[in-house]
């Protein structure tokens, strides 16, 4: 069995999310659209922002769509790899510091 759950052919389909609640999804694309183009940011980097949130949320169609998207501004693979790493460290160190609530409830129970 080769299928996979996500396919490659689904993001495609993505213009056509607001199928079913046509205001809501024409309300999402002019706040998508408003906050991936340039602004006080570039393209170039709100493509790699988003490439890097794609990675961190484990989003297959956003991963494709953001590294073809950064390989069209020229982004380089060693500048995708550096933002996704900086990625990692933000969810290794947001995961860690939740440790406070472990040990909060330790230190109570010691004393």
């Known amino acids: 069995?080769?299928?996979?759950?996500?396919?490659?052919?689904d993001l495609q389909d993505f213009p056509n999310i607001?199928?079913?609640?046509?205001?809501?999804?024409?309300?999402?694309?002019?706040?998508?659209?408003a906050a991936t183009s340039a602004g006080k940011l570039t393209e170039r980097e709100?493509?790699?922002?988003?490439?890097?949130?794609?990675?961190?949320?484990?989003?297959?169609?956003c991963i494709d769509a953001y590294t073809?998207?950064?390989l069209s501004l020229g982004v380089g693979h060693d500048e995708m790899m550096e933002a996704i790493h900086v990625g990692a460290a933000m969810v290794a160190g947001d995961t860690l510091v939740h440790?406070?609530?472990?040990?909060?409830i330790v230190k109570k129970k010691e004393m």
């Open 1 to 9: 069995m080769s299928r996979q759950y996500y396919e490659t052919d």
């Open 18 to 33: 607001a199928e079913y609640a046509s205001r809501q999804g024409e309300k999402f694309f002019e706040y998508y659209d």
């Open 46 to 61: 709100k493509s790699l922002i988003a490439l890097t949130v794609a990675t961190v949320r484990h989003c297959p169609y």
């Open 68 to 70: 073809n998207k950064c």
């Open 99 to 104: 440790a406070t609530q472990m040990r909060k």
